[in-house]
Structures are given as C-alpha cells and as structure tokens.
C-alpha cells in the first residue's frame, strides 16, 4: 500500500516562519554592539546555533511510535505516513538550524577578503574522537532498528473488568503495529539524518572565512561547529534506538506484567555524555579572559571575573548558584509528590513551587551578603549593564507568549462554553501562580539595589556582585514564564480546536501541536533554567567617577 501523505500548505507556513525567525535571531546574535562581528559574539552565535539545534531535536512527539494503544480516545502513530512525518521533522529541524548557523555568517566587508588557497575537506577539522563515537552511536541504532523490524504486531486487548470483586494480576493491553512497518520509518529518519549530517559537514567545511577572526581561530570555529552539530546528532540517533527499544521490548498482551526498555537508559548515557562533551574555546577568547584577569584596576569586571576572585563576598555569590537548584528541585519535587496526579493545576503550581523558592534563596544570599560584607561606609556601585541583552530579551518574549496563550486559552474556554461542552479554567492557576511570582520577585530586586556597598580593592566587585543576582532573577523569571506558556499549552490543548472552530478528526492534530509546542517550550525552560549567567557575559562596569555615586546610608 503506498503512503499517502496529507500535507496542507499552511502546515509548511510554521516552519517557514520558524526559519527566518531563528536566521534573524542568529543574524542579530552575530553582530556586535559596535556594528560589526567580535569573537565574542562570534562564540555567542555558535553556543545559540547548538542551544537551538538541541531544542529542534526533539523525538517527544513520537515516542510511541507504533503502539496501538487500548483506549480508542488516547492518540497514537499507527500509520506510516505519520510517523514518518513525526520523526522527520525533528531530524529536519536540528539539521535545518545548523544549516542556518553557517548560513547566517556576515559576508566580507573590507576592501581585501580573506581567503585560504588550501581545500577545506572535512576531515581537516573534524573532532575525531566525537566522530567516531557518533559514527557508533548511529551503528547502534541501526542495530536497534534492525531488532525492532523482527518484531510481529499485536493486536490492543481492552482491559479485563474483575468479576465477583476478585481482580487478577494487572497485564498490559497495548497493541503495536508490524515491525518492519515501524523499522522501515525509523530507517528513513536514521538515514535522512546521516546523509544530511553529511551535507552540513560539507557546509561547514566549505563555508568562507570571517574577517573578525584570524585562520588560528577561523580553523577552531569550524570544529566547533562540527562538535556542536554530532552531539546533537547522537542524540537524536539514540533516540532513534529508544523509540525501535520501547517498540521491541513490550510484551504480548496478558502474557506479561512488567517490561524494561534497556535502550531508554543507553539513550540518556548519550544524552548525558553529550551534554559534557563541550567543544572547545577560540583562542582570541582564552587571550581575552587572561588580560580580563589583570584589568581589575580600570573596573572593567565581568561576570564570569568572580569566580576567579578571591574575595570572600565574591565565593559566596559563586557558591550560591549551585545551591540554587536544590533549591528548585528539593520543592518541585515534594509539591509534585503532593499534588498528586489527580490536580489539574499542578502543571502551573508546581513550576511557580520552583521559582519563588528560588527567588527566596537570591534573597537570602543578597541579605547574608548584606550582614557579612556589606559596609555603610562604601559607596553602592551599579552596573552600567544590569542584565544581559539576550537574557532580557528571552525574558520579554517569554512575557509575551505567556500573555497571547492565556489569551487564546480564555477565548477557547469561552467557545467550548458557548457550545455546551464542559471547560474548566485553566488559565486562572497559570494567571495566579504568576503574579505570585512576579510579586516574590519584587524582594529580591529591591535587596540587590539598595543593598549596602562591598568593601573591596577594586570598584568593579559591588557592581558585579549585583549584576550576577539580577541576571539570576531575570533568568529564573524567563524560564519560569517559558515554563508556564508550555504547561498551559499542554494542560488546556482541548481549546485550540474550539478557538479555531474545527470538530473533526483535525481536531487531534490541533491538540497535539499544541502538546508539542508545549513540551518544547518546558525543555527550553529547563535549558534556560542551567546556563549558567557567566555564558550570557553581561559587562558590569561600574558607574564612571564622573558620574554621581549614591550615598550610602
């Protein structure tokens, strides 16, 4: 039977979209304040193309690929044709960002380009040992695929209802589809993968030299971008082997009552590995970091500066972002433990658990800060760049796309209504838990301006140190605010359908994009949630002595 794919127009129009939007973001990252490209947004540019690409890589939409589930009201990938839509399009996107990254390059401008008379093969600047471990990687799981293509269909089996109250041992009833069905999809999206990890190799070897770097440096950008581009591709490729993993090892129904998908945990070893696997550094950055060192005395002191400072104010600020996230996790967790799975609002509360803890624990270190360090005597000192552009504005547009969801969710809520159907209201938790936030943190905020000055050899320290704690608090606000858009999306994905008055079969495909869209937005809020503040590098030069210095109180 041939595949039929059903492919409407305005289904490419969010992709397009999707692409000039990321091209304009890295076009913008690229450039410097000072109009043109430096190293440092150089190494910028590369970290947001990998950040990017990672967050296109998603395989979440079709991890059960295949299983037929028992309930006829759960959505499941039966059909080839969507579940090759469902893994191609991740494949695509990670490779498409990539792509856009080398793409997104500024021409030369001098009068005299720079040019190398050597052939740039792939090879030259290849990171071999990654190489060779995604070249495993893939092998792997095309071993994975091969077992799941051996695999025969099962027919879905409804649950048994317990006679006479007496109930048996509980089994599974979910069907799956014919293993080479689901092996061939799985071998597609493999392939696609390698033939086009192949093509973006070949992109980036061949891609033209930049002004703002000598060849030293020109020669490293491209392993870096290489090393970038195969972490991703392991990942994706594992998670290949994990969807080919949980179809393989379930069981027949009522034959077993538990299964173990061995390749799930192989899966987050690559994830892991990957993760730690960090491309190396331009050597005009490393030169750059070692005269940062010696320039304390002109103030020009940056977040990343603290931690080599030997200050005790500056070791308490550094070692306070590691106890930020227990701080997070220790509550979510418990409020996730007590909620239960039975409370709606749970996906809004728990979130706002995380980042109001949080929030208290910047507070706190601001007013330890404060009794230990802090002096009448010295003069407050603040930043000329508080927050960091990229960080403030991934902070207004989390605040935008939460308010047009709550929006669109209010409106949905109020269709259903109007056609009889029951809609409960979620945005009032999202709504709430948010403006409990924003007001937790208001404290913070205060305490890291009024706060009494440090007493320190150089001018440069009380301003970082206040730099670091609103980086901090803006970041924790953004990922908390990308964090509830994506649970509401998740949590209210039944409006969506009513919004744009659809009653059809459309209707699944409105509430799974608005689960997927959902679910990339929580992992971008978890991404955005660790980068540490010392990658967004936000300057915090103090107050020029010209200028009028409050006084301290």
């Known amino acids: 039977m041939p595949l039929q794919f059903e492919l409407p127009p305005m289904a490419l129009l969010g992709p397009l979209l999707a692409a000039v939007g990321i091209y304009g973001l890295l076009r913008w990252v690229v450039w410097a304040p000072g109009g043109g490209t430096s190293p440092q947004s150089i190494s910028d540019h590369a970290l947001w193309v990998g950040v990017i690409g990672w967050l296109a890589s998603t395989l979440q939409g079709a991890a059960n690929a295949g299983i037929i589930h028992s309930s006829p009201q759960t959505p499941s990938l039966q059909q080839p044709a969507d579940i090759l839509q469902a893994l191609a399009w991740p494949v695509l996107g990670c490779l498409g960002v990539h792509a856009l990254g080398q793409l997104s390059y500024p021409g030369p401008r001098g009068s005299r380009r720079l040019a190398s008379l050597s052939v740039r093969r792939i090879r030259d600047f290849l990171p071999r040992g990654l190489a060779w471990t995604t070249l495993g990687i893939c092998a792997a799981s095309a071993g994975t695929i091969a077992w799941a ?60 030299q930049l002004e703002a770097l000598d060849a030293g440096d020109n020669i490293l950008l491209r392993t870096i971008a290489m090393n970038r581009l195969l972490r991703t591709v392991s990942t994706v490729a594992a998670g290949l082997a994990a969807i080919a993993g949980d179809f393989a090892s379930r069981p027949e129904p009522t034959t077993a009552t538990s299964w173990t998908n061995p390749t799930a945990l192989c899966a987050a070893v690559v994830l892991f590995v990957m993760w730690i696997w960090k491309p190396p550094q331009l050597d005009s950055l490393l030169a750059g970091k070692i005269r940062s060192r010696r320039a304390w ?62 929030l208290l624990a910047i507070l706190g270190g601001e007013l330890l800060l404060q009794r230990n360090y802090g002096s009448s005597s010295a003069a407050r000192r603040w930043p000329v760049q508080p927050v960091a552009p990229a ?67 150089d001018d440069g320290l009380d301003a970082a140190l206040r730099a670091v704690t609103l980086n901090r608090i803006v970041r924790i606000v953004a990922a908390f605010l990308l964090a509830q858009t994506g649970g509401l999306l998740i949590s209210a994905n039944q409006v969506w359908p009513a919004l744009v008055g659809v009653q059809t079969d459309i209707a699944v495909i409105w509430e799974a994009t608005a689960v997927g869209a959902g679910s990339v937005l929580v992992a971008a809020a978890a991404v955005l949630s660790m980068i540490p503040v010392s990658v967004f590098a936000a300057r915090a030069r103090p107050v020029p002595r010209r200028a009028p210095v409050e006084p301290a109180r």
């Open 149 to 208: 293509a051996l695999q025969p269909a099962y027919r879905p089996l409804p649950p048994s209802t317990p006679q006479d109250g007496v109930s048996g041992p509980s089994f599974f009833h979910d069907g799956r589809i014919p293993g080479t069905e689901l092996a061939a999809c799985l071998g597609a999206a493999l392939l696609l993968l390698t033939a086009g990890t192949v093509l973006v190799l070949w992109l980036i070897a061949r891609r033209r």
């Open 297 to 358: 005395s002109a103030g020009r002191k940056s977040i990343r500066d603290l931690r080599i400072e030997k200050h005790p104010a500056a070791e308490l600020i550094v070692s306070l972002g590691a106890l930020l996230g227990l701080a997070a996790v220790a509550p979510g967790m418990a409020a996730l433990f007590l909620s239960g799975t039975s409370n709606p609002a749970r996906i809004a509360v728990v979130p706002a658990i995380m980042a109001a803890c949080v």
């Open 391 to 457: 960080l403030l504005t991934a902070a207004i547009v989390a605040l935008v796309l939460l308010a047009a969801v709550v929006v669109m969710t209010l409106l949905g809520e109020a269709a259903l209504r109007a056609d009889g159907a029951p809609a409960p209201s979620g945005w009032i938790p999202a709504a709430v838990s948010t403006a409990v936030v924003a007001v937790t943190a208001v404290p913070a905020v205060l305490a890291a301006r009024r706060r009494r000055g440090i007493v320190a050899p």
